[in-house]
């Protein structure tokens, strides 16, 4: 039996993967879409083991989803090296990644936006987050397809991401 797919929609902090994902459920209601930040801590940005738990987490969650015959769709920073060597890599059937990004400017003028809070120690590391992406997404293995969110609304974005997934189901 195939096993359904599992989506990975990432990007850098405030490039608009929430925002633009929101909408999923009533454009691809054969999916069910979790935002990472569901079961992150931030204790795990000091703890790489912690960080590669909370990936093999998610890997068995898109795989009970699976057994229901729906395919997750997660929304946080991935990338293939987060899940493609995990022991728990093979209780999913195919995983598509997409990164979203914008132009370095308009992610720093988005994360301002956010207000103080977000611009703590870690807001040089978001920006380089995107920079990495625009510039290395296309080099992964296997690689990361690329949306733009830079001259686009929310809803069109969420539109695109929908197109991808249904291209792939």
Not at 10 to 23: H, L, N, R
Not at 100 to 128: A, K, Y
Request: hydrophobic share 35%; net charge negative; charged share 25%.
């Amino acid at each position: 039996m195939r096993k359904p797919p599992l989506f990975a929609v990432s990007g850098a902090t405030g490039v608009g993967k929430t925002t633009s994902t929101s909408g999923l459920p009533n454009l691809v209601p054969e999916v069910i879409r979790l935002d990472g930040d569901l079961l992150w801590s931030n204790e795990y940005f000091d703890h790489p083991a912690s960080i590669t738990r909370f990936y093999g987490i998610w890997l068995r969650l898109a795989a009970a989803i699976a057994e229901n015959g729906r395919a997750l769709v997660f929304c946080g920073a991935v990338s293939p090296d987060s899940w493609e060597e995990l022991p728990e890599r093979t209780l999913v059937g195919d995983i598509y990644y997409l990164a979203l990004v914008c132009d370095p400017d308009v992610h720093e003028r988005r994360l301002r936006g956010r207000g103080p809070g977000s611009q703590d120690h870690r807001f040089p590391n978001f920006l380089s987050h995107n920079r990495w992406l625009r510039d290395n997404a296309g080099s992964t293995t296997p690689p990361m397809d690329i949306i733009d969110t830079t001259r686009q609304a929310p809803w069109e974005t969420g539109e695109a991401i929908a197109d991808w997934i249904r291209e792939r189901l």
